[in-house]
């Protein structure tokens, strides 16, 4: 079994282990569409969406696999949907992005209602680059790195607490019960570690 098969079967079960997780649904999806699954990784990103609506960057990889299945209709459908959602929670990256789509497949682009000048909540300012980050203008910035590599200065500039707390204090703990991870290994830290890239969005 290829490695990337190896991710599927582990996503999977994750996914049916717990049916509700959106992140296991979204990343099986992702693994799905790197290998060609287009059929598995809709329905993957449909449970995603069905479980956090407001996910705007799924509604992009959505719209790129019913594309690649020849579903423009769906996928217009999908990319203009998307666009609203991504415009109001000031998602940048992916509204731009399925703005391109729009365009390049010859059809209109909604009007943006609030863009890039939506101003914060709640929050302190900081933009999580995560994807899925369900905080939007609520964001706030880690007090300091977690950790003191490079990647904890990475985390630190681009993930909110918020999604660190999540990450720390729920999908980690699935992530080492599900998968049965030794964290006492190099090979279990290793998975832990690459996991948790993943999740945060900072492979």
């Known amino acids: 079994m290829s490695q990337l098969q190896d991710r599927i079967t582990q996503f999977r079960k994750m996914a049916n282990d717990d049916p509700d997780n959106e992140l296991g649904h979204f990343r099986l999806g992702q693994l799905f569409m790197e290998a060609g699954q287009f059929e598995d990784a809709v329905q993957s990103f449909r449970r995603t969406l069905e479980l956090s609506p407001h996910f705007s960057k799924v509604f992009q990889l959505l719209a790129t ?7 423009r209709a769906d996928a217009v459908q999908v990319l203009q949907q998307g666009f609203g959602v991504a415009d109001e ?32 909540a709640g929050g302190d300012g900081f933009r999580c680059q995560r994807p899925g980050c369900m905080f939007g ?18 985390i630190h500039a681009t993930v909110c607490a918020d999604c660190w707390q999540e990450w720390l204090k729920n999908y980690s703990i699935k992530v080492i019960n599900e998968l049965r991870l030794d964290l006492s290994s190099e090979r279990g830290q290793a998975e832990y570690d690459q996991h948790m890239r993943e999740f945060l969005g900072v492979e």
Request: a positive charge; one cysteine or more.
């Open 65 to 71: 696999c019913l594309l690649k299945l020849d579903k």
């Open 89 to 120: 929670r000031g998602d940048n990256m992916p509204r731009d992005e399925m703005a391109k789509m729009l365009k390049e497949l010859g059809e209109a682009v909604p009007a943006s209602k609030k863009g890039a000048a939506a101003t914060g």
């Open 137 to 154: 203008n609520r964001a706030r910035q880690l007090p300091a790195p977690p950790m003191k590599d490079a990647l904890g200065q990475k």
